[in-house]
């Protein structure tokens, strides 16, 4: 019984679908909302990670609070990138790759700019606890203004490649 609702239902909505012309309306709409996409493939989810087309995104973990992301064509098994720093940087990388398109060199130099200051931060905190268990105030001082500084620059370049990120996909919010 279920089954032949369900086959009604199906043939009620082609009926409508024909007497209503909606299969080329339906198809334009389809057609333009490609257009508007800034890329071809949409992002599918798998066990160790994100297939976009035939690129694929794997977070590895590089210290216990942070993940890198490697970058992968798995037709050719090649390793296209490894060590992609932001989530957002990686799939806008991907997307690029998977539609054969360039990568902007900006994203990939904001990325690299987001790691070096990763590192100086690391570094910073270090040497601020050095500072503090020797009672060194001046050292002390010095560092926990670069880690200041070195967090809001860590930040400002995160939040550039954020905007990037939705610029590209800002049409998606269009539609919600």
Same mark, same amino acid.
């Given at each position: 019984?279920?089954?032949?609702?369900?086959?009604?239902?199906?043939?009620?909505?082609?009926?409508?679908?024909?007497?209503?012309?909606? #299969? %080329?309306?339906?198809?334009?709409?389809?057609?333009? *909302? +490609?257009?508007?996409?800034?890329?071809?493939?949409?992002? &599918?989810? /798998?066990?160790?990670?994100?297939?976009?087309?035939?690129?694929?995104?794997?977070?590895?973990?590089?210290?216990?609070?942070?993940?890198?992301?490697?970058?992968?064509?798995?037709?050719?098994?090649?390793?296209?990138?490894?060590?992609?720093?932001?989530?957002?940087?990686?799939?806008?990388?991907?997307?690029?790759?998977?539609?054969? #398109? %360039?990568?902007?060199?900006?994203?990939?130099?904001? *990325? +690299?700019?987001?790691?070096?200051?990763?590192?100086?931060? &690391?570094? /910073?905190?270090?040497?601020?606890?050095?500072?503090?268990?020797?009672?060194?105030?001046?050292?002390?001082?010095?560092?926990?203004?670069?880690?200041?500084?070195?967090?809001?620059?860590?930040?400002?370049?995160?939040?550039?490649?954020?905007?990037?990120?939705?610029?590209?996909?800002?049409?998606?919010?269009?539609?919600?």
């Amino acid at each position: 019984m279920a089954k032949k609702i369900v086959d009604n239902k199906n043939e009620i909505l082609e009926s409508q679908i024909k007497s209503y012309n909606l #299969k %080329n309306k339906l198809n334009e709409l389809a057609k333009n *909302d +490609e257009k508007q996409r800034p890329f071809r493939h949409l992002p &599918k989810q /798998f066990s160790k990670g994100i297939l976009i087309g035939n690129i694929a995104i794997v977070p590895k973990k590089i210290d216990p609070t942070r993940y890198v992301y490697v970058i992968a064509d798995m037709t050719q098994a090649k390793i296209l990138y490894d060590s992609i720093f932001l989530k957002q940087t990686a799939i806008l990388v991907a997307h690029y790759l998977a539609d054969q #398109k %360039n990568i902007p060199s900006q994203i990939l130099t904001l *990325d +690299e700019q987001f790691a070096s200051k990763l590192f100086d931060i &690391k570094n /910073f905190k270090r040497f601020y606890k050095m500072a503090v268990k020797e009672n060194d105030d001046d050292k002390e001082f010095v560092y926990s203004n670069k880690l200041i500084e070195t967090n809001r620059r860590a930040d400002e370049i995160k939040s550039e490649i954020h905007q990037i990120f939705d610029h590209t996909f800002r049409f998606l919010n269009d539609y919600k």
